[in-house]
């Protein structure tokens, strides 16, 4: 699974920082970030998850890969 952000939707609410830290940091601005590649082990699944429900404009992309 990988994880990414669609940098069109995303308004900067910061949903993803605080939900899924070991997966997104902020950037200078306050916009989400994803860390290192996006990949998730299998011990953030849930956590990626409950990622793109917190996020109001629908900016995060959980995929196969």
């Known amino acids: 699974m990988r994880v990414t952000i669609d940098a069109q939707r995303c308004t900067g609410h910061g949903r993803c920082y605080v939900v899924a830290p070991a997966l997104f940091t902020d950037d200078e601005r306050g916009f989400g970030q994803v860390i290192a590649d996006g990949e998730v082990t299998s011990k953030h699944e849930e956590m990626a998850r409950a990622v793109v429900l ?6 995060i992309i959980c995929s196969d890969s």
């Open 54 to 59: 917190a996020c109001p404009e629908q900016a």
